[in-house]
């Protein structure tokens, strides 16, 4: 069964100057787009996990979740709605794949490989890597983690994703960085030219 996905969508973009990066123009089209092309066939059902201008995404025809923990809690918060969300919109899912709103080229085979090595290697999670990193929020999670997660979010204040996954077994799974990453993601003003370079 293919997992449900979230793309996360609800930061502040700080290193962009604030304001909604997943709307900035890229080929023509929305950063977010790129992202929900990737992996729409990838999962059974997508989400968006957007804090702000929620009208300004309803174009995606998608559902979209708002953080459960207040106070732009980062990634850990988004991936927490998205469980949320799938617990109550698709209960018979077992996993949720997350992916950043800003990566406008993931692997297509990103779910089947990340699904392959949660089950070869019994973890909870399963975490992109290239080029010496990893990607930790482009994982492939098992949904008993909601309670676990939503207990580090709100008794004890966990906001790195790798402070809570170092509580889990985690798998990591290696995609070649040449000739370009696949998680190459849009954090600043000439990043975005750089991908629409690469797009090209």
Not at 171 to 198: G, I, K, Q, Y
Request: net charge negative.
């Amino acid at each position: 069964m293919k997992p449900v996905g979230v793309i996360l969508a609800g930061g502040l973009a700080r290193r962009m100057g604030g304001g909604q990066k997943a709307l900035l123009g890229l080929g023509g089209r929305p950063l977010v787009a790129h992202a929900i092309a990737r992996l729409t066939p990838q999962v059974a059902a997508l989400a968006l996990n957007v804090n702000a201008e929620m009208a300004a995404y309803e174009r995606f025809g998608l559902p979209l979740v708002a953080d459960t923990v207040p106070g732009f809690a980062g990634p850990l918060a988004g991936i927490l709605a998205g469980m949320d969300w799938a617990a109550g919109a698709h209960p018979e899912a077992s996993l949720l794949l997350s992916a950043p709103t800003d990566a406008p080229f993931l692997p297509d085979d990103m779910a089947a490989r990340l699904g392959a090595a949660l089950t070869d290697e019994g973890a909870a999670v399963a975490v992109c890597a290239s080029g010496g990193r990893h990607h930790p929020v482009a994982a492939l999670w098992r949904m008993d983690l909601r309670e676990p997660l939503r207990e580090a979010l709100t008794a004890r204040d966990i906001r790195k994703i790798d402070r809570f996954t170092a509580e889990h077994r985690v798998a990591m799974v290696e995609w070649p960085a040449t000739p370009s990453d696949p998680f190459f993601n849009v954090n600043r003003p000439e990043d975005l030219a750089r991908a629409e370079a690469l797009l090209g």
